[in-house]
């Protein structure tokens, strides 16, 4: 099946403490994002990836950090400085072909720190 | 800062009636307008989308209408079904790369 895989579905963490959600596709598109999701709120855009080895910050980039060393895959950090991390984080996929601009999305990751 | 502003928050609808759901933008570059829907605990999944240069698109019971004038699009579910609640997200696209502004998101119920 192809698709978006993010792991774990649930993640609890104490304050202070560093953590890094993983994200991984088999759709072959170039381009990755990490969304997070707060009630109310919409979707906010944290960091997006063109292709491999680049990414650019999105909306809201302080406290997270990223990498893309595979084309398949998108980890997400969430430092101990992002003041208020606790919320559902969506990662998305979208192939870098002209005229074609849906964006697929994965199941989320429920972040908790207390 | 690019925004697209979604309305109403939330939105209950008898069975067998009409859900609608409006969103408006302001940024005159953007270029793709998608309607995404999200179930509880999932991923937002694409439901239907449109280029601005076209008034409205069909798909079953869903049919987005746009108004390139007025900077407005919107989202009428025909015929709602329980099945339908979820929540539902508007989107806007600019013009370079496959970025995408999110609206808020209305929560739709449909009471049986």
């Known amino acids: 099946d192809g698709g978006i895989t993010q792991s774990p579905k649930y993640l609890f963490r104490k304050e202070g403490q560093n953590v890094t959600l993983s994200c991984e596709q088999n759709l072959n598109h170039d381009a990755m994002y990490w969304y997070r999701q707060d009630p109310g709120q919409g979707l906010r855009l944290i960091y997006y990836?063109?292709?491999?080895?680049?990414?650019q910050k999105g909306d809201i980039a302080e406290g997270y950090s990223v990498s893309r060393e595979k084309k398949e895959s998108f980890p997400l950090t969430v430092t101990s400085a992002q003041k208020n991390p606790t919320a559902f984080y969506l990662c998305?996929?979208?192939?870098?072909?002209?005229?074609?601009?849906?964006?697929?999305f994965g199941p989320g990751t429920r972040l908790t720190v207390t | 800062q690019q925004q697209v502003k979604q309305s109403p928050q939330s939105l209950i609808v008898q069975k067998g009636g009409i859900s609608i759901i409006n969103c408006a933008y302001e940024n005159t570059a953007f270029d793709y307008f998608p309607w995404y829907q999200q179930f509880p605990g999932k991923g937002p999944a694409l439901l239907i989308a449109?280029?601005?240069?076209?008034s409205e698109k069909k798909e079953g019971r869903f049919t987005i209408s746009f108004n390139k004038s007025a900077k407005q699009f919107s989202l009428h579910i025909m015929d709602s079904q329980p099945g339908d609640s979820a929540t539902y997200f508007c989107?806007?696209?600019?013009?370079?790369?496959?970025?995408?502004?999110f609206g808020a998101g209305t929560i739709l119920r449909v009471k049986s």
């Open positions: 449109i280029r601005p240069d076209v």
């Open positions: 998305a996929s979208s192939a870098r072909v002209l005229g074609t601009y849906e964006q697929y």
């Open positions: 989107a806007a696209k600019g013009e370079y790369g496959n970025k995408l502004v």
């Open positions: 990836s063109q292709i491999v080895n680049d990414f």
